[in-house]
């Protein structure tokens, strides 16, 4: 089979749109990084218990703004030691400690410690590029407890 002056650019054209196909399927898609934040908050719309089943929430958040901690977050899980005046997890906190860090594909991992009344707090963030977020929430005194949600800029 012999090309002539028409099939040859045609033949060309469509080797050039196959090969120009073939790489965009295979190129990995472009990650962003999240922002070295100081002050945000993560909406949160789901909880994952320890001894029960996970659900949907709403009307539920976190925020970290400067050197504090407003938490308004559902609580199941069992409470290995009595906490006088424990009103649930609805505060505003100051930060005992905070460690930031990067972990894998951009994401921002960030740990807190606070205290109220007798009870001790850990906090771990995981803040995801495309706006997803993942909480784990450790009491001194109880069940560790873990939520998802959407986080934003403040």
């Given at each position: 089979m012999t090309m002539n002056r028409t099939t040859y650019p045609v033949a060309c054209l469509l080797l050039a749109v196959g090969l120009l196909m073939q790489a965009c399927r295979t190129a990995e898609p472009v990650q962003g990084e999240v922002p070295e934040l100081n002050n945000f908050r993560v909406d949160v719309d789901f909880m994952h218990p320890r001894r029960w089943s996970s659900r949907s929430v709403w009307d539920y958040w976190v925020t970290i703004a400067n050197d504090s901690v407003e938490c308004h977050l559902p609580y199941?899980?069992?409470?290995?030691?009595?906490?006088?005046?424990?009103?649930?997890?609805?505060?505003?906190?100051?930060?005992?400690?905070?460690?930031?860090?990067?972990?894998?594909?951009?994401?921002?991992?960030?740990?807190?410690?606070?205290?109220?009344?007798?009870?001790?707090?850990?906090?771990?963030?995981?803040?995801?590029?495309?706006?997803?977020?993942n909480l784990y929430l450790l009491p001194t005194n109880g069940d560790g407890i873990g939520y998802d949600g959407e986080w934003k800029a403040l």
């Amino acid at each position: 089979m012999t090309m002539n002056r028409t099939t040859y650019p045609v033949a060309c054209l469509l080797l050039a749109v196959g090969l120009l196909m073939q790489a965009c399927r295979t190129a990995e898609p472009v990650q962003g990084e999240v922002p070295e934040l100081n002050n945000f908050r993560v909406d949160v719309d789901f909880m994952h218990p320890r001894r029960w089943s996970s659900r949907s929430v709403w009307d539920y958040w976190v925020t970290i703004a400067n050197d504090s901690v407003e938490c308004h977050l559902p609580y199941m899980g069992v409470k290995y030691q009595a906490d006088f005046y424990d009103e649930g997890l609805d505060f505003r906190l100051p930060l005992t400690s905070f460690r930031r860090g990067r972990g894998r594909k951009g994401q921002a991992e960030m740990e807190l410690t606070f205290q109220r009344n007798m009870t001790g707090y850990r906090l771990t963030i995981t803040l995801y590029p495309g706006g997803k977020a993942n909480l784990y929430l450790l009491p001194t005194n109880g069940d560790g407890i873990g939520y998802d949600g959407e986080w934003k800029a403040l």
